[in-house]
């Protein structure tokens, strides 16, 4: 297949780059390898095509927002989950301290305070956080297709600085979105986002939504249709901060980022992307991956508003 050196030369053509930083708020990912670069395609017959740093871990960071959305979805029902979490970009940063006027809720899943609200709707509303990222963990290692871990030394170093994402979840309970200790379900937000992946992982898992929710290679169904549905809506609406209109509009694949650098795109009955570099921009997006994904939307074809 000319599909790896194909992917060799989109690697070759954006090291150049040089343009953002690493996440600076904790040691792990300030101090992360800034040369470090992969991409990976899983194809939703199955084949899989890597190159660079592709066995190169990193921490799925925001990523896991789409994952958690729809396991909330499936433990306590759709129509309880939209009640307590919105559809709206919010066009604000990940990390603000926000809810929207009219209804009270976050405006998505994809900020951190609709992120924690799904969290803590996985289970059931007394689970503690070892029990939620246990079942999250068991699920993203189904997607993933192999056993994945939670990288003790962030969570580790998240929790020391989680001042933000605890403020978040006392404002979530005082208004009464969140039912369970705010304390518990930030840790298990936290935990959740540690779980470290390589893009060979983060494409599988994405071309697991690609293909209606069934494991391209291990064939198993992990995820209801309608649940998969929903959760490429809110990445294609809300998966990029506040570039997702520059995004959409750009690539045109619902995608999802992650602090450490991480960006995962599903283009539904094509393919699973993956793309990791750790240097990001302002907004918060790996800028290489950026990059990666603009190319390969371009070369391909890739672009969901493009008639094949
Ligand atoms: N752990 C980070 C946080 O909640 C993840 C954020 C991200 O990837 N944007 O602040």
Request: hydrophobic letters at 40%.
């Amino acid at each position: 297949s000319p599909i790896p050196d194909y992917l060799n030369v989109v690697l070759d053509k954006v090291r150049p780059i040089e343009d953002g930083q690493p996440a600076q708020y904790i040691k792990t990912l300030r101090e992360a390898d800034t040369s470090k670069l992969a991409v990976a395609l899983v194809m939703v017959d199955g084949n899989v095509y890597s190159a660079g740093d592709d066995k190169v871990e990193f921490s799925i960071q925001s990523i896991s927002k789409a994952f958690v959305y729809a396991i909330a979805i499936e433990d306590a029902g759709l129509q309880h989950v939209l009640e307590r979490i919105g559809v709206e970009p919010s066009g604000d940063a990940f990390n603000k301290l926000s809810l929207h006027k009219g209804s009270n809720r976050p405006m998505n899943p994809m900020i951190n305070a609709g992120a924690i609200t799904a969290h803590s709707l996985v289970c059931h509303p007394n689970a503690l956080a070892e029990e939620r990222t246990d079942r999250i963990l068991q699920i993203m290692s189904r997607l993933a297709g192999r056993q994945l871990h939670v990288d003790e030394e962030v969570y580790e170093a998240e929790m020391q600085d989680a001042d933000r994402n605890m403020g978040i979840g006392y404002m979530l309970k005082a208004a009464g979105i969140i039912s369970c200790r705010p304390a518990e379900v930030v840790k298990g937000y936290i935990r959740q986002c540690s779980i470290n992946v390589n893009v060979r992982d983060l494409a599988m898992m994405a071309a697991t939504l690609s293909n209606a929710g069934i494991n391209p290679v291990t064939g198993e169904t992990i995820m209801p249709t309608d649940s998969v549905r929903q959760v490429l809506s809110v990445m294609t609406t809300c998966g990029m901060y506040d570039a997702a209109g520059q995004w959409v509009s750009q690539v045109g694949i619902p995608a999802k980022s992650g602090v450490a650098g991480g960006v995962m795109g599903a283009l539904p009955g094509q393919v699973g992307i993956a793309a990791f570099s750790p240097k990001l921009s302002e907004n918060g997006n790996s800028v290489r991956a950026v990059a990666i994904f603009e190319q390969l939307s371009r070369d391909m074809g890739f672009h969901m508003m493009d008639v094949s």
